[in-house]
């Protein structure tokens, strides 16, 4: 099935932190991968964060001279998410202030989500087009808002595929923004099919889950019920535009993930880019790295797009290909973690080894200056190096791919110089 079909049957909900659009969707996420749901109380609070109310808009009138000339509720960005009722009237000088539109691109509505996070800036408003703003004219308006915020439940979906350890890579994505096709049902709808993907991979090391939560508030009320050992965390974000690909490091920016996924797009793409812990983007991976969780977490994102948060960002915009890229991406960097897991090493002695001793045999030349006939060059040096480092690189959990980028030698002759240690019972394969 194309990730496209995906994204289109995810797509047409009104989603927000917490509403009725999140739970209709619901089913449409069951029919893919069989999701755990977790439901989360409207006003409960968690480190100041506080699960919204669901939103809804009775009535939305902009009126001049006595007549509608525009109706907020016929779109759902027509009015910012919890907006305040408002009636009354204005001069266009107020007005002004009160309206939101796109500056480039002038037929689209904003999505206007500030009254979500920015609990002061509850405010009444219309969104409309750049082209309807500029033919208001200046005079009196009647404003005529009624919303109404019921307590409702947050919805965080989750699915898991086990493997042998417990511990767990997360795949992220958000599923908070209506009507909104790129950001996020892109992560959604790649996420799902990874995960289908990875149910095809036998033996399985690390446990493997699915987590698509609205942003933030959803990961931070999440986290705060997880008991398990959670790894790593991939972000999908906002994947399906033209833009080139890139990823976000982790706070710590060299861990395992980190380094597998820098060789990986260095190695599979020609444009590229590569960004520290939050430079390129903002989103979850403040709370996965917060302190006390501390989850190394890398996005995987082709933001910025011209459409981003209003309503012309639906799915006829996204391409088949690019989504497949990141899901294909995304797969390797699993794949090599997998397969690394499975070629870690541990020391099998303590102290200093005489690589020399004739019942080894591993010492490879140090430089002998007046003493060898034959040159010195850099690679007999790097190899010097690596002989000297090995045992305290495998202690560091090192990887035979990463040794050999370290001391930039060939893997297989790493491999074959790693294998002799085994053979020699000073290293053992975990």
Same mark, same amino acid.
Request: proline fraction near 5%; hydrophobic fraction near 30%.
């Given at each position: 099935m194309k990730i496209l079909n995906i994204i289109k049957k995810l797509f047409p909900f009104e989603y927000s932190?917490?509403?009725?659009?999140? $739970?209709?969707?619901?089913?449409?996420?069951?029919?893919?991968?069989?999701f755990k749901i977790y439901s989360f109380e409207s006003d409960k609070l !968690?480190?100041?964060?506080?699960?919204?109310?669901?939103? @809804?808009?009775?009535?939305? =009138?902009?009126?001049? #001279?006595?007549?509608? %000339?525009? $109706? *907020? @509720?016929? =779109?759902?960005? *027509?009015?910012?998410?919890? +907006?305040?009722?408002?009636?009354?009237?204005?001069?266009?000088?107020?007005?002004?202030?009160?309206?939101?539109?796109? $500056?480039?691109?002038t037929n689209a509505i904003p999505y206007n989500w500030t009254g979500l996070y920015r609990k002061n800036s509850n405010n009444w408003g219309f969104c409309m087009t750049k082209k309807k703003f500029l033919k208001l004219k200046k005079g009196k308006y009647r404003v005529q808002i009624k919303t109404e915020k019921k307590r409702s439940k947050m919805r965080v979906l989750e699915y898991t595929l086990k493997g042998k350890s417990d511990e767990t890579i997360i795949i992220n994505a958000h599923n908070c923004h209506p009507y909104q096709a790129n950001d996020d049902i892109s992560g959604c709808a790649v996420g799902i099919d990874i995960l289908k993907g990875l149910k095809k991979i036998r033996n399985r090391y690390f446990t493997y889950k699915l987590l698509i939560a609205p942003?933030?508030?959803?990961?931070?009320?999440?986290?705060?019920?997880?008991?398990?050992?959670?790894?790593?965390?991939?972000l999908l974000k906002s994947v *399906?535009?033209?833009?080139?690909?890139?990823?976000?490091? +982790?706070?710590?920016?060299?861990?395992?993930?980190?380094? %597998?996924?820098?060789?990986?797009?260095?190695?599979?793409? @020609?444009?590229?880019?590569?960004g520290k812990f939050r430079e390129l983007?903002?989103?979850?991976?403040?709370?996965?790295?917060?302190?006390?969780? =501390?989850?190394?977490?890398?996005?995987?994102? /082709?933001?910025?797009?011209?459409?981003?948060?209003?309503?012309?960002?639906?799915?006829?915009? !996204?391409?088949?290909?690019?989504?497949?890229?990141?899901?294909?991406?995304?797969?390797?960097? %699993?794949?090599?973690?997998?397969?690394?897991?499975?070629?870690?090493? /541990?020391?099998n002695f303590k102290g200093l080894i005489s690589l020399s001793n004739p019942k080894y045999k591993l010492?490879?030349?140090?430089?002998?200056?007046?003493?060898?006939?034959?040159?010195?060059?850099?690679?007999?040096?790097?190899?010097? !190096? !690596?002989? #000297?480092?090995?045992?305290?690189?495998?202690?560091r959990a090192l990887t035979v791919e990463e040794i050999a980028e370290k001391y930039q030698l060939p893997i297989n002759q790493v491999k074959i110089y790693c294998n002799k240690w085994v053979k020699k019972n000073l290293l053992k394969k975990v």
């Open positions: 932190i917490v509403g009725p659009g999140n $739970d209709r969707a619901l089913k449409e996420f069951k029919s893919f991968l069989p !968690l480190n100041g964060w506080k699960i919204p109310r669901a939103f @809804k808009v009775i009535k939305a =009138n902009l009126d001049y #001279n006595g007549k509608t %000339i525009y $109706d *907020g @509720k016929t =779109n759902p960005f *027509g009015v910012p998410s919890h +907006s305040e009722t408002f009636s009354g009237y204005v001069n266009y000088k107020d007005l002004k202030n009160h309206i939101y539109y796109s $500056d480039t691109l942003e933030l508030t959803g990961t931070v009320f999440w986290l705060n019920k997880k008991k398990r050992k959670l790894k790593y965390a991939i *399906g535009n033209k833009n080139i690909i890139k990823i976000q490091k +982790s706070y710590v920016g060299n861990t395992k993930l980190d380094r %597998i996924a820098d060789r990986i797009i260095r190695k599979k793409f @020609k444009k590229f880019k590569i983007y903002g989103n979850d991976e403040t709370v996965f790295d917060s302190p006390g969780y =501390n989850i190394p977490s890398i996005t995987i994102t /082709r933001y910025p797009f011209k459409e981003y948060h209003t309503n012309q960002d639906v799915p006829e915009k !996204l391409s088949e290909k690019k989504l497949q890229e990141i899901k294909n991406y995304t797969l390797l960097i %699993i794949k090599e973690i997998e397969l690394e897991q499975k070629k870690t090493f /541990r020391v010492y490879l030349d140090a430089k002998s200056p007046g003493i060898d006939k034959k040159k010195y060059n850099k690679i007999k040096k790097k190899w010097n !190096l !690596l002989m #000297n480092c090995l045992p305290n690189d495998v202690e």
